[in-house]
């Protein structure tokens, strides 16, 4: 049974920084796409940060500058750093794993930015 545990959220003034910790447990392969998404109460979820296998990542343009992904393929873990918060990026945050096989998402972690 492969679980996504992610920690690392909370309140944090518009301007402070947070990092979120995703880590998978249970037998996982051949991870080919580690990503973060977001969904903030009333939307849809959106994609902020994606790393397939190659190395490269891609951001949504409301975070680039701000949000760095990185991702440790021996732990079978990701990271988001995140910057210059704005209470824009108030959402739940979710991280996934992708293989040949299937998604797996996290549980969600809060991120809420004050004004």
């Known amino acids: 049974q492969v679980q996504l545990v992610e920690s690392g959220g909370g309140l944090v003034q518009a301007g402070g920084s947070l990092r979120l910790s995703c880590a998978a447990s249970?037998?996982?392969?051949?991870?080919?796409?580690m990503a973060w998404y977001r969904q903030a109460p009333g939307n849809q979820r959106e994609l902020v940060a994606a790393?397939?296998?190659?190395?490269?990542?891609n951001y949504a343009e409301s975070v680039k500058g701000r949000f760095t992904l990185s991702r440790d393929n021996a732990k079978n873990t990701v990271y988001l750093q995140m910057n210059s918060l704005k209470p824009e990026d108030t959402a739940v945050y979710y991280c996934?794993?992708?293989?040949?096989?299937?998604?797996?998402w996290g549980q969600g972690t809060r991120v809420t930015v004050s004004s």
């Open positions: 996934k794993f992708s293989n040949s096989r299937s998604n797996y």
């Open positions: 249970g037998s996982i392969f051949g991870i080919n796409v």
């Open positions: 790393s397939p296998s190659d190395g490269s990542t």
